[in-house]
C-alpha cells in the first residue's frame, strides 16, 4: 500500500513538472515574438510620422498603416495566446490540487485507521505475545520485522502526508501568481486593442482620400510600370547576350574536338552530317544557364541553397507593395509588381548586393538609377537608387553596398524597387529573403 501512495506521489511530480515547464518555455517564445513585434512598429512609426500631416496623402502612408495594423494584430493574437496558454494552466492546476487533495484524504483515511488500530491494541504485553507466541525462532525474527516495518509505514504515511499538502499550497500559490498574469494581460488586450481600433479609423480616412487622387496615383503607377518594362527588357536582353556568347563558345569548342578528332582517327563521315549533328548538340546544352560552365553550376547551387536566407537588400524597410497582381484600397487601380517595392524611413541608405555575383548592367532613367547583377542564371535588380558606388563588369561579394536609397515616387521618404529573375522569368522575391 505504501509503495503505491509513493508511486502515485512520484507520478503527480512528474506530471506537475511537464504542466509547468512547457508554459514557461511558450512565455519565453511569446516574449521574444512581442520584443520583435515592438521593434517593427517603433519602425513603421518612425516612418509614418516622415509621411504623416503632408499636404498630399500618399500611397506610402496608406501601405504603412496597413502594417501598422497588420503588425498590431500579430500582437493582439500573442496576447490572446498567452491568454490561453494561463487559462490552461489554471484548468490543470486546478485539476491537480483537486487529485492531490483526494490523495491526501484516502491517505489521512488510512492513517486514521492505523492509529485506531494502534491504540487499540496499544498494550506492551499484546506485542510481547505476539512475538512469544511465534512458532520458531526464524517465525519470531519475522515478526519483530514485521513490526518494525509497520513503525516505518506509519512514520511514513504522516511524511506523505505532509509533503502532500506542501504541494498543494505551492501550486496553489502559483496559481495565485498566473491570475495576476491574467489580470495585466487582459489590461493589455484592453489597451491594444483601442490602439487597433485608432489605427483603423485612420486608415479608413485615408483610403477616404485617396479617393480623390486616383489620377495622380494612376500616374505613379504607369511610370514605375514603364520603368519595371525598362528594366526587365534590360535583363532579356542580357540574358539572349550571354546565351548567343555561351553558343559561340560552345560551337568553337565543337569545331576543335572535331578537327582534333578528324585528325586522329579520320573517321569516314562526311562534313555536312558531322556539322549538323554538332549545331543540335550545342542548341541542347545552352538551353539553361545551369550547363554554361562549372563556375555557373557552382554559383547557382549556391544560391539554390541560400533561399529563405538571403539577406534584404536595405538594413531597415518593409515591402510596401508585394509581388503580383494587387489592388489600391478604395480605388478602382490595379497593377502587377514584378518584384517588390521596399519602402524606407530616409532617403540615401546603404543599398546591398544580396548574393555574389557580376554587376551586369546600369541604367539611368533621369529619376533614378538601377544596378543590374548577374549570379549564374539569378538576377537581381536594384531601382531607384539615387548613386551608384560600382561600375558595369565588376565582381561584387554578398552585403556588399552599390548604391545608396533615392526618394520615393510620392516624396513620402526613401524606396527601392527590387527584383528576381530566374533567366527570363520573374519569381517572387520575398520567398528566397531571409524571413
Known amino acids: 500500500m505504501l509503495k503505491k501512495h509513493l508511486l502515485i506521489t512520484l507520478l503527480f511530480s512528474s506530471i506537475t513538472t511537464l504542466l509547468f515547464a512547457q508554459p514557461l518555455t511558450d512565455k519565453t517564445q511569446l516574449e521574444k515574438e512581442r520584443q520583435e513585434i515592438q521593434n517593427e512598429l517603433k519602425l513603421m512609426q518612425s516612418m509614418y510620422d516622415n509621411v504623416k500631416g503632408k499636404t498630399k496623402l500618399s500611397l506610402k502612408q496608406l501601405n504603412i498603416l496597413k502594417k501598422k495594423i497588420s503588425l498590431q494584430e500579430r500582437y493582439m493574437n500573442s496576447i490572446n495566446r498567452e491568454l490561453k496558454m494561463i487559462d490552461d494552466d489554471i484548468y490543470l492546476s486546478n485539476l491537480e490540487v483537486y487529485r492531490l487533495q483526494k490523495q491526501v484524504d484516502t491517505l489521512k ?62 501550486r496553489q500559490q502559483q496559481q495565485l501568481g498566473r491570475k495576476q498574469q491574467k489580470s495585466v494581460a487582459l489590461q493589455s488586450q484592453v489597451k491594444e486593442k483601442n490602439v487597433l481600433d485608432e489605427q483603423r479609423k485612420e486608415k479608413d480616412a485615408v483610403v477616404a482620400n485617396l479617393k480623390s487622387q486616383e489620377k495622380d496615383l494612376q500616374k505613379e503607377i504607369t511610370a514605375k510600370k514603364k520603368k519595371d518594362r525598362d528594366i526587365k527588357n534590360a535583363i532579356d536582353a542580357i540574358v539572349r547576350r550571354e546565351i548567343a556568347k555561351a553558343t559561340e563558345e560552345a560551337k568553337r569548342k565543337a569545331a576543335e574536338e572535331k578537327k582534333n578528332s578528324v585528325a586522329v582517327i579520320a573517321p569516314a563521315t562526311t562534313p555536312a552530317t558531322t556539322g549538323t549533328t554538332s549545331v543540335k548538340t550545342v542548341a541542347k546544352k545552352t538551353e539553361s544557364y545551369l550547363n554554361l560552365n562549372a563556375s555557373d553550376v557552382a554559383l547557382n547551387n549556391k544560391f539554390e541553397l541560400n533561399r529563405g536566407k538571403l539577406p534584404w537588400p536595405v538594413d531597415n524597410g518593409f515591402v510596401s507593395v508585394h509581388f503580383g497582381p494587387y489592388t489600391i484600397e478604395g480605388t478602382k487601380l490595379r497593377d502587377n509588381n514584378p518584384g517588390v517595392t521596399i519602402a524606407t524611413p530616409n532617403v540615401g541608405g546603404a543599398v546591398k548586393a544580396i548574393f555574389d555575383g557580376e554587376v551586369a548592367a546600369i541604367h539611368n532613367y533621369g529619376d533614378g538609377v538601377a544596378v543590374v547583377i548577374r549570379h549564374g542564371k539569378y538576377f537581381t535588380s536594384y531601382s531607384n537608387l539615387s548613386a551608384v558606388n560600382v561600375s558595369k563588369g565588376a565582381e561584387v561579394k554578398t552585403g556588399q553596398v552599390i548604391g545608396k536609397v533615392g526618394e520615393a515616387q510620392d516624396g513620402a521618404g526613401g524606396q527601392v524597387d527590387f527584383m528576381l529573375m530566374i533567366e527570363k522569368n520573374n519569381v517572387n522575391p520575398e520567398s528566397w529573403l531571409r524571413r
Open 109 to 170: 483515511t488510512q492513517y486514521a485507521r492505523t492509529v485506531i488500530y494502534a491504540y487499540k491494541n496499544r498494550s506492551s504485553y499484546d506485542y510481547v505475545n505476539f512475538i512469544f507466541s511465534s512458532t520458531s525462532f526464524n517465525d519470531a525474527i519475522r515478526r519483530v520485522s514485521y513490526l518494525k516495518s509497520y513503525r516505518s509505514y506509519r512514520e511514513k504515511q504522516v511524511n506523505t502526508i505532509l509533503e502532500t499538502q506542501q504541494l498543494i499550497a505551492k
